[in-house]
């Protein structure tokens, strides 16, 4: 077995996009990559072939290694449905919903399943690169961890530590780690990698020897700030609070920023289009006139639906709709859109049944099983690949005017009377050039990007290159060699 695992000094250092790099490098090389991540955290997910959902990342990172996403690649998955609440996914499957009072009880137990699926997925492979979650230097969680170094321990895999030096004092975070953690776990660190670095590398050459001198541990590259990493789907909602480029661009479309909001990353390729600004409208602040708008998803619909009123929002889309503006909703969006929504058996919270924007003439009821599907088919008179995540059913007189058809001919969405709302739960609508395209015509725009995957696959080349330019990768293969062989030292 072979494997090597990427942890970081905090949040957002950058380990999925490195891992997702490591994985194209190495399979650029010939090698068989699965990636891992033990536990994840995030409302953006994917949808695998077998019917389950994973972390976005992960689903990206299989991409890179030139695979189909596997429920093994992300045995552990937490949705936050509230601020102390998420639901809880193994092995893709909704195992319930857990407290954050009861997740350090009740992970103990999960360790069985994350190592199931990590010895499933080292035995068809070459090799397996893992990521971590946050920093095993928050040593307050360290007792029952399964994301890091109590997946590393079990599972025996070297570790290197990850810094953030755009951040700023990326010394002292490695060195820190370092003086912080049981030293049972700093024998698993191996050594380190400074990521997103500015300017020349030579300029932090001292730096550098001052943490291997400090922390004992090898350097193993300066990886440069990754400019293709923006065209990678992001799992992390910090990227919700950086603004977007706004030059130069001829219309303007808009997305409020819901507490829960979840698969953002169907944007994406509306950020990626060079003649669309994309404004992510915090809490706080009207949604401004522009020539679209767009409901993502959410993991909590209902709560969501009263975070709009509360800020005033379904008044800004009432008032851009009675300017003749279009409006799509995604998933959790196109049901805020309908007449009402009904939550009979408490999945969201208490059971209730509330009034929705009414700009769709549907209603949803949030029952039965979740559906986790792949779906492609015609919209617009352009194809679409994607999947749909969901829990609940939509009907009503729109959904005789569907967005389009499944593969199966089946109808899909719902479309307003006037033609200017629609609803969809296909996530990657957006994704086809094609479809995009048929959108934004709307807009009078032309749409002028690629399909989003091949932008993605571009960017993962890209930054494979440059982790063979900047990163040490013979030495981490052969560091990976030593994953399950605690004994030779």
């Keep these: 077995m072979r494997a090597l695992m990427l942890q970081g000094t905090g949040s957002d250092v950058g380990k999925s996009v490195l891992v997702a790099g490591l994985c194209r490098a190495f399979a650029n090389r010939g090698l068989s990559v699965r990636p891992f991540k033990p536990q994840n955290m995030s409302n953006n997910a994917a949808v695998t072939a077998d019917g389950g959902e994973i972390g976005r990342a992960q689903a990206t990172q299989a991409i890179a290694c030139r695979v189909a996403p596997s429920v093994d690649m992300n045995p552990v998955l937490l949705k936050p449905q509230g601020d102390r609440t998420s639901q809880l996914i193994v092995r893709g499957q909704v195992r319930g919903t857990l407290a954050a009072a009861r997740w350090r009880e009740g992970r103990d137990g999960l360790l069985v399943d994350v190592l199931d699926s990590f010895e499933w997925l080292s035995a068809g492979c070459d090799l397996v690169i893992v990521e971590g979650a946050g920093s095993p230097a928050e040593i307050n969680l360290r007792a029952g961890d399964i994301a890091n170094m109590g997946f590393a321990r079990a599972a025996d895999v070297p570790v290197i530590l990850v810094g953030d030096i755009d951040r700023g004092g990326v010394i002292a975070a490695v060195v820190g780690t370092r003086a912080v953690i ?11 990698l400074i990521n997103k670095f500015r300017g020349d590398p030579a300029l ?12 004992g541990w090898r350097g193993y590259g300066v990886v440069p700030w990754l400019a293709d990493a923006v065209r990678l789907p992001s799992e992390d909602a910090v990227i919700l609070e950086r ?211 091949a932008s993605i696959d571009a960017a993962l080349d890209a930054i494979a290159v440059t982790l063979e330019r900047h990163v040490d990768l013979d030495a981490l293969l052969a560091l990976s060699e030593r994953a399950g062989h605690r004994d030779r030292g």
């Design 182 to 192: 049981d030293p049972a776990d700093a024998a698993m660190i191996h050594g380190f």
């Design 204 to 215: 932090f050459d001292d730096g550098y020897r001052a943490i291997e001198a400090r922390s």
């Design 243 to 453: 603004p977007a480029a706004n030059a130069n661009r001829q219309v303007t479309i808009a997305c409020p920023i819901t507490p829960r909001i979840a698969n953002f990353d169907d944007l994406d390729p509306l950020r990626l289009e060079p003649g669309v600004a994309l404004v992510m409208v915090p809490p706080g602040t009207p949604i401004p006139d522009v020539d679209m708008i767009v409901l993502a998803g959410s993991k909590a619909t209902i709560p969501d639906l009263a975070f709009v009123r509360a800020q005033g929002w379904d008044i800004d889309i009432r008032a851009h709709h009675r300017r003749g503006k279009p409006v799509l909703g995604l998933c959790g969006g196109y049901q805020m859109l309908g007449r009402s929504i009904a939550d009979p058996d408490g999945i969201e919270g208490p059971a209730c049944r509330v009034e929705g924007l009414g700009l769709l003439d549907v209603d949803t009821v949030l029952a039965g099983r979740k559906t986790l599907d792949r779906v492609s088919g015609q919209a617009r008179g352009a194809a679409f690949d994607g999947y749909e995540m969901h829990m609940g059913v939509t009907t009503g007189p729109a959904t005789a005017r569907p967005v389009g058809n499944r593969a199966d001919g089946s109808a899909e969405g719902a479309t307003s009377a006037d033609g200017l709302v629609s609803g969809s739960y296909v996530h990657g609508l957006l994704a086809l050039a094609e479809q995009r395209a048929a959108w934004l015509a709307r807009l009078g725009v032309a749409a002028s990007g690629p399909d989003h995957g």
